[in-house]
């Protein structure tokens, strides 16, 4: 059995990971789930980020950058669970 080194980037791994399976569900969930208010309460999503993104056009090169994370429920919970898992192991 191997054992985890309990460093900072395994644990943001987990708790990326977590989420990201989080945003999964969410979206598995808004395909099949029917109106109502726990579809709201749930899938309700902030965006927050960079947006339009930032444009420098030097006439040679043009750089973009820009970013937006859009957080809901199950991005969160998914988070926690992350979190949860990185201290049991």
């Known amino acids: 059995m ?4 309990k460093t900072s980037s ?8 977590g989420a990201l399976l989080g945003g999964v569900l969410a979206e598995a969930l808004r ?3 029917s109106e109502g208010l726990l579809r709201d309460v749930f899938l309700k999503g902030y ?15 043009t750089l973009t950058l820009g970013f937006t ?18 201290k049991q192991v």
């Open 2 to 5: 191997a054992i985890i080194r």
């Open 10 to 17: 395994v644990m943001l791994s987990f708790v990326l990971g």
């Open 31 to 33: 395909h099949f789930s």
């Open 47 to 61: 965006g927050i980020g960079i947006d339009p993104p930032f444009t420098l056009d030097l006439h040679l090169v």
């Open 69 to 86: 994370v859009d957080i809901n429920l199950f991005v969160l919970l998914g988070a926690l669970t992350g979190v949860f898992v990185f």
